[in-house]
């Protein structure tokens, strides 16, 4: 397939190519999943070329399939960004940590990573003053915390390898973790054991840990987090008492 601009010069067009950014551009917060016929009828196809896309974008890790529906994987929300599908996560997610919160006394938060930071989509406050520089919408760097090491371990090994090469890490107190080495054995701590801690890493005074929120093919879609007093909970209790609370939120979010 060709055409021409205005200049009479021929631009080389793939047609397939064409199809599948025609059914990729579908997805969003409006339609979160499509069938075979929502992607034929939406991009003008054939079922026959609209399941062929699919199928393609399946094959490639970019999309899951239920047997019914396809859903975007973390591959695809990647490639286009966070704001397609962090809004409808920030809904979902904000009553129940607001419950929780308010059971625990703790803020707690919501984050995906976007362009190698944390970005903070949900929060809800406790009535303890606990100062952890963490708003809504706030970006902090993925290695400096529990949340954002949770959600470089959602990373093909090869992705983190690139992440890894591309930072300059600046410890943020005493207790930083700046060598690289470090950083990545962290991240794969945090893949292996579902769950991540920050001791005094961010801020002076303050305990933080993250759990992945994932989606129902398994892909990490963001993480969840709470934060409290080094000097008020040591992170033995951290483990026993928050952690399943922690855990059972990220589950009930579950995108």
Do not use: W
Request: glycine share 10%.
């Amino acid at each position: 397939m060709s055409s021409a601009d205005g200049g009479g010069a021929r631009v080389e067009i793939m047609g397939g190519f064409a199809k599948g950014l025609a059914i990729i551009e579908l997805f969003g917060l409006e339609r979160p999943r499509l069938t075979v016929s929502d992607a034929a009828n939406g991009a003008g196809l054939t079922r026959a070329a609209a399941r062929r896309c699919l199928l393609t974008l399946e094959g490639l890790g970019y999309v899951e399939f239920d047997g019914k529906y396809f859903a975007p994987r973390a591959r695809l929300r990647r490639l286009g960004g966070v704001a397609a599908y962090a809004t409808g996560l920030a809904e979902r997610a904000q009553p129940l940590i607001e419950q929780l919160c308010e059971e625990l006394n703790e803020p707690i938060s919501v984050a995906v990573l976007d362009n190698d930071a944390s970005l903070f989509i949900a929060r809800a406050e406790a009535h303890r003053i606990v100062s952890t520089g963490v708003r809504l919408g706030a970006r902090i760097p993925a290695y400096c915390s529990a949340t954002g090491r949770v959600l470089l371990s959602g990373l093909e090994p090869m992705e983190v390898d690139q992440y890894l090469g591309r930072i300059k890490p600046v410890a943020r107190t005493p207790k930083g973790v700046t060598d690289l080495a470090a950083l990545k054995a962290l991240i794969g701590q945090a893949s292996m054991e579902g769950v991540s801690f920050s001791d005094e890493e961010l801020e002076l005074g303050m305990r933080s840990m993250a759990v992945p929120i994932h989606n129902v093919a398994g892909d990490i879609i963001a993480a969840c987090s709470l934060s409290t007093s080094a000097s008020r909970v040591t992170l033995d209790e951290m483990k026993r008492v928050y952690l399943p609370r922690l855990e059972a939120v990220a589950s009930a979010i579950r995108g």
